[in-house]
C-alpha cells in the first residue's frame, strides 16, 4: 500500500511500517530512543514493535496510565522529568505507541520537550489510526474541557498497521468508526456509502477503509495546515459531541463515553441542526442518522443534562468571542463552517435524536 506525504511527515501502512522506522533509526542522527505508551498497549500490543527494531540506540519505556484522565499537565510534568533523569537530550526521538490519549500527550511533550524534538506516532486504535496521530495536533485537557492546550507540529512519520488492533475492543472499534463516518459526511458521499452497508469485514477491506480515510484527512489538512478555513470542517460533530464528551466525564453519576460514541451523538445533532439552518435535505438527514443509530447505542438526555451541555458549548476551541461556531452540512459531502445556531434549534436537535 502506498505511502502517503503530509507536510513534512510520512505516513506508511502494514510491514512498510517496519523498514521505513528503522531506516530513520539509522539514518536519523538519534542519541536515544524513548517509547512513551500506556499500560494496556505495553502489556498487549509493545512487543509487536519491539521485535521488529533493529538499532543499536538505547531504548527506554515510559509508561502512563491509560485513559483520557491522563491527559493533564501533571503526567507532562512527570515525563518531562523522566525523559530529564533518563539523559534524554535534542538529538533524542519519541516513538508515541498507543491510541488518541498517547499520540495527542506524546505529541505535546515531544513537541515543547528541549523546545521540540522528533516524535513518531504508531497508532494501535483505529480512532489513532484515521485521526489523532494525523496532522500534527498534540495537545492535554484543561480539568474537563478537552485539547485546550497544545500545539500544531507534525510527527516525522505515521506507521499504521492493523496487527495492532488484534486486542482492540469492540466499542474502540466503535469509537473509531465514528472519525472515519465524518470523514464520509464532511467530504465524500461515495466514502459514506460504505458505511450504510458495513457488516461484517476483513482486514483487507478494513485497511483499505483505514487508508482511504487517512487520504481524505491528509488532503483537508494539506489545504490548509493551521485551521483556518478548510481545516475546520474535520470539526464537524465536535461542536456539542465535545461538550457532551466533557459533560460525562465529568459527571460520576453519568456512564463515560468514549471519544466516538460522543461525537457520533453530535453529528446526528449537527446534522438535524444543517436540515433547519442550512440545505441538508431530509432523506440525508435520515441517511445520517440511520447509519449512526445502526452502530451505536441510544444515549438518554433529561432537560438538565441539555442545558449544562449547551453551557460547555462556550468552551469550543472554534468560538470567537462569545460566537458558539459550528461546522453545518449543505450535503453529505460539503460544508460550511463558522455557523452560529440559536439555543432553541438544538434543544430541537436533541429531541429529534431522542426520537430516533
Not at 195 to 202: P, V, W
Request: charged letters at 20%; a negative charge.
Amino acid at each position: 500500500m502506498k505511502s502517503l506525504q503530509l507536510g513534512e511527515s510520512k505516513i506508511y501502512f502494514g510491514d512498510e511500517i517496519y523498514k521505513a522506522l528503522n531506516l530513520q533509526l539509522q539514518n536519523g542522527s538519534y542519541s536515544s530512543v524513548f517509547i512513551f505508551t500506556d499500560t494496556n498497549v505495553h502489556q498487549k500490543v509493545a512487543y509487536l514493535l519491539l521485535e521488529k527494531l533493529s538499532t543499536n540506540l538505547k531504548i527506554e519505556v515510559i509508561e502512563i496510565e491509560p485513559g483520557e484522565e491522563s491527559k493533564n499537565i501533571s503526567v507532562c510534568n512527570e515525563t518531562w522529568k523522566a525523559l530529564s533523569d533518563l539523559g534524554a537530550d535534542r538529538n533524542s526521538l519519541i516513538l508515541n505507541l498507543g491510541g488518541g490519549v498517547v499520540t495527542d500527550l506524546g505529541g505535546f511533550i515531544a513537541s515543547t520537550f528541549r523546545r521540540g524534538i522528533d516524535f513518531i506516532h504508531v497508532p494501535t486504535s483505529l480512532l489513532g489510526m484515521v485521526d489523532a496521530s494525523l496532522g500534527g495536533k498534540n495537545g492535554i485537557d484543561l480539568g474537563h474541557l478537552k485539547n485546550q492546550i497544545g500545539t500544531i507540529v507534525l510527527p516525522k512519520m505515521v506507521l499504521i498497521h492493523t496487527d495492532f488492533l488484534t486486542s482492540l475492543p469492540i466499542e474502540e472499534y466503535r469509537s473509531g468508526l465514528a472519525e472515519m463516518i465524518k470523514h464520509g459526511i464532511i467530504y465524500s458521499q461515495p466514502y459514506f456509502s460504505y458505511f450504510e452497508k458495513l457488516h461484517n469485514y476483513d482486514a483487507a477491506f478494513l485497511m483499505q477503509l483505514i487508508y482511504d480515510s487517512v487520504q481524505i484527512k491528509c488532503n483537508i489538512v494539506e489545504a490548509d495546515p493551521f485551521e483556518k478555513n478548510e481545516r475546520k470542517t474535520l470539526n464537524f460533530g465536535h461542536t456539542l459531541g465535545h461538550a457532551i464528551e466533557s459533560y460525562f466525564m465529568l459527571n460520576e453519576d453519568k456512564k463515560r463515553l468514549l471519544h466516538g460514541e460522543a461525537i457520533a451523538i453530535g453529528m446526528v445533532l449537527e446534522s438535524y441542526l444543517s436540515h433547519k439552518k442550512l440545505q441538508l435535505n431530509k432523506n440525508e438527514l435520515e441517511q445520517i442518522s440511520k447509519v449512526i443509530s445502526t452502530t451505536y447505542k441510544a444515549v438518554q438526555f433529561n432537560a438538565k443534562d441539555i442545558d449544562e451541555i449547551i453551557q460547555l458549548l462556550k468552551f469550543d476551541k472554534k468560538n470567537k468571542g462569545a460566537q458558539i461556531n459550528f461546522v453545518l452540512l449543505n450535503n453529505i459531502g460539503n460544508c460550511s463552517i463558522d455557523q452560529q445556531v440559536e439555543n432553541d434549534l438544538i434543544l430541537e436537535a436533541f429531541n429529534y435524536y431522542s426520537k430516533l
